[in-house]
């Protein structure tokens, strides 16, 4: 959003909260132009459309408010942690012999939590498997991961571009899901020895990334 444009949205609050007087007017849209650099007029705009709509208390909108109903309206809703289960729950009646086909379909953040088409297959070849216990920890990760998504889509882009940088994905979950595909291909392929050396090495590689996790 430009200069002109954070202009037109602090007159827009203005005429509609009549005791909104800022300090500075300057320092204001200074402020918010910065902060909505890289959001459009368009959604910066809708967004307050929304809030003063739906706003029964008189008090204009802060730019985190605004911001949020801007995150609402570009990212889709997404699944409760118990609808998440229901997909994960058909996808493990599935997952003996076609996990990774499973693990494919399943929607961005749940397959976050589950890490790879491996967990999926562990638990359909678990006799000992225990749907209750599992549910329960699911949905509690998977709450938890929704929540950091949903924290994360509110910053900026050079914000959420330094945690990635910090918290990268662990190259380990694709190499796994590589070797269980591999493993899961009936009949067997054959390998040549260089490759069955190479597949041992990234098994071992896998076994020591898990015990030092």
Partial sequence: M????TKT???????GYPNYKPRSIQDTVD???ALFAEKSYAQVSSALHSYMMSDLKGFPPSPGQLNALIVEQVIPDGISEIEAW????RAIRNSGYNSEEEFAKLPVTVRKVLGSPSQLRTWALDENYNESVVSSQFMRNYRTQAEREERRSRLPI????????????PERLAV???V???EEIDPPVTFTDEVEEKLANLKREMGRSEADD
């Avoid at 229901?86 to 729950?89: A, D, E, N, T």
């Avoid at 050079?158 to 994905?169: F, G, H, Q, S, T």
């Fill in 2 to 5: 430009t200069r002109e444009e």
């Fill in 180 to 182: 269980v595909m591999l």
């Fill in 176 to 178: 796994e899901q590589k």
């Fill in 158 to 169: 050079d914000a959420r571009m330094m945690i990635e940088k910090l918290n990268p994905v």
């Fill in 86 to 89: 229901s997909l994960v729950s």
């Fill in 31 to 33: 402020l918010w132009t």
């Fill in 9 to 15: 949205i602090i007159k827009a609050i203005c005429t």
